[in-house]
C-alpha cells in the first residue's frame, strides 16, 4: 500500500484517544505505515540520572499512531479529506479528493 503522508503535511486524527486533534507531521515510517504528529499521542518517560543530567528528567515524547487514523486537512475547506494521485503539467501530484486542489 503507497503512503501518500509526508513529512510536514497538517493533519487531523480521525480515530483513537486523540480524535480531533490535529498537527504537523513530523516523521513518516513507511514500512510500518506509521507517523508521529506533534502534540499527538504524547508519552512521558522517565529518565534517570546520568553524569551530564545528574537530577534525571521526566520526558514527554510523541509516540507513532497508524496512518490510516490520520486524515490530511484540505487547505481550502480546513476539513479531513482524502488525497489521489494525478498529473498535472507532466508532473505527478496530490490532489484532495474534496476541493480537487493540488497539494504539491
Known amino acids: 500500500m503507497a503512503l501518500k503522508l509526508r513529512k510536514g503535511d497538517k493533519v487531523i486524527v480521525i480515530a483513537g484517544k486523540d480524535k480531533g486533534k490535529t498537527g504537523t507531521i513530523q516523521k513518516v515510517d513507511r514500512v510500518n505505515l506509521r507517523v508521529v504528529i506533534e502534540g499527538v499521542n504524547v508519552h512521558k518517560k522517565h529518565q534517570k540520572p546520568k553524569q551530564n543530567n545528574p537530577e534525571g528528567a521526566i520526558l514527554e515524547i510523541y509516540a507513532p499512531i497508524d496512518a490510516s487514523n490520520v486524515a490530511l486537512i484540505d ?28 497539494l504539491d
Open 75 to 102: 487547505p481550502k475547506t480546513k476539513k479531513a479529506t482524502r488525497i489521489k494521485m494525478g498529473v498535472v503539467k507532466d508532473k505527478k501530484v496530490r490532489i484532495a479528493v474534496k476541493s480537487g486542489s493540488v
